[in-house]
């Protein structure tokens, strides 16, 4: 542990450090951003799809009935958009209606799928499509057999199926959470990033609120990980390596209690990791001065507003992202290079 730690320390200590300035400068830029997915050339779309996928998703086709490959596909899990991987069933919605189509009777919670009015071939319908990166799914009808009364038509090319996994969560503070989320993103085992506002009293909080620092939050990434894919143990050293945990409620130029370094745990296990890892670094003197992480059991956590959320991820070209975040990530992939997702 001390010389994977020392080496990665003296590698990313500081490099994680002073996002908050950038953060109010592009907050009304991007506000009113969507994904960038929506803005993708078709050409693009080409490159990105396969043949099948591209005729439903951008020319609105129709794939033969009783030929797809979710017709009557029933293990549990998560059916996405093909697309754009936004999340948009889950197989509890789902049911056999005998049309010849995937069919559902709602979908997930969140403004997730569009519904628009459709006159094609003569006949009157209302169209889904994917709010995230406007790719045809299908159409709903009024004629489902459940309490919702709404049938879902899908087609399987507009989607992809993730199995469901046995996911543990926690919730970490270490600063700006544009870089910390996108460090955590891109690593094998973590399912979610969520960059967002733990630990404070007042409820749903705004990112102007909790900059006034009298919220009691911190900007934090809720992680959501799978156990058998990356440890918690794996997850803490990374944590402790992107950034400070030795000055109080500062991370940099960025200072404030919504800056401090927290580990907001979501049972004894990570409580006792977290304890155990701040001591053994503590001991060995990995930091020249005292660790001064928070570990405190998890109360709350509200999302951050969607301009936050893979905001270097839709951003890139930003000037910010470039001079700032980029070459911080570069050399964190480097140091990740084994644990980065294939």
């Known amino acids: 542990m001390k010389t994977i730690v020392q080496i990665n320390v003296l590698l990313l200590i500081f490099l994680f450090n002073s996002c908050g300035n950038a953060q109010n400068e592009n907050q009304n830029d991007n506000k009113n951003k969507t994904n960038n997915m929506k803005n993708l050339t078709e050409k693009e779309w080409k490159e990105r799809l396969t043949e099948e996928q591209y005729h439903i998703l951008r020319e609105k086709g129709t794939e033969r009935p009783f030929s797809g490959k979710y017709y009557m596909h029933n293990e549990k899990g998560i059916y996405k958009c093909a697309g754009c991987g936004a999340e948009l069933f889950t197989h509890d919605m789902k049911f056999e209606s005998e049309c010849g189509w995937p069919s559902f009777d709602k979908e997930i919670e969140g403004g997730k799928i569009v519904q628009t009015p459709d006159y094609s071939h003569g006949m009157r319908r209302v169209e889904i ?5 406007g790719g045809h799914l299908g159409h709903v009808f009024d004629d489902g057999p459940t309490e919702t009364g709404q049938r879902y038509c899908v087609n399987s090319e507009s ?7 046995t996911l543990d969560t926690i919730t970490l503070a270490a600063g700006c959470f544009w870089c910390v989320e996108a460090a955590f993103d891109k690593l094998e085992g973590i399912v979610s990033a969520v960059s967002g506002y733990a630990g404070g009293h007042l409820k749903n909080p705004s990112y102007r609120e909790v900059c006034t620092g009298t919220t009691g939050h911190a900007e934090a990434v ?3 990980y799978n156990p058998e894919k990356i440890s918690l143990e794996k997850i803490l050293e990374i944590f402790f390596t992107i950034h400070d945990p030795t000055t109080l409620n500062r991370q940099g130029g960025d200072i404030g209690t919504q800056y401090r370094s927290g580990i907001f745990y979501h049972n004894d296990q990570q409580k006792q990791s977290a304890e155990k890892i701040i001591a053994t670094l503590n001991a060995q003197k990995v930091f020249p001065d005292p ?3 928070e570990i405190t059991p998890f109360t709350n956590f ?6 936050h959320q893979e905001y270097y991820e839709l951003n890139q070209q930003e000037p910010y992202c470039q001079l700032v975040v980029k070459p911080k990530l570069d050399k964190f992939y ?9």
């Open 302 to 307: 509200y999302s951050a507003e969607n301009y």
């Open 129 to 133: 499509t994917c709010a995230n990166c």
């Open 334 to 342: 480097k140091v990740y290079k084994e644990l980065l997702k294939k």
């Open 222 to 224: 809720q992680i959501a």
């Open 291 to 293: 660790i001064v992480t």
């Open 159 to 165: 989607l992809t199926f993730e199995p469901e996994q």
